[in-house]
């Protein structure tokens, strides 16, 4: 991530009232990154940046729940094949 991107990223996360993130595999060429929170919090659908190159943006619900559905996905995939 860009300096520039790094520093519009913090911004939106203090807006949801936390300043710590957890980077996510990359998806559809974009970098992800979710918040991440000391105490359980309740704030609605899921909260998932995307950010490419100087730009970030929030995810649109619809958009963040395919990417969590492709993640969800790929880890059961993993996990069937370690059962084996």
Do not use: C, H
Not at 13 to 28: F, K, N
């Amino acid at each position: 991530m860009t300096p520039k991107a790094e520093k519009k990223l913090m911004k939106l996360l203090r807006e949801v009232s936390t300043s710590q993130y957890e980077r996510w595999p990359d998806w559809r060429g974009r970098e992800v990154y979710l918040p991440v929170y000391s105490e359980p919090t309740y704030i609605g659908g899921p909260l998932i940046y995307f950010v490419r190159g100087n730009r970030v943006r929030l995810a649109s619900l619809k958009a963040a729940n395919k990417y969590l559905d492709y993640r969800y996905a790929k880890m059961k995939a993993q996990d069937a094949v370690n059962q084996n």
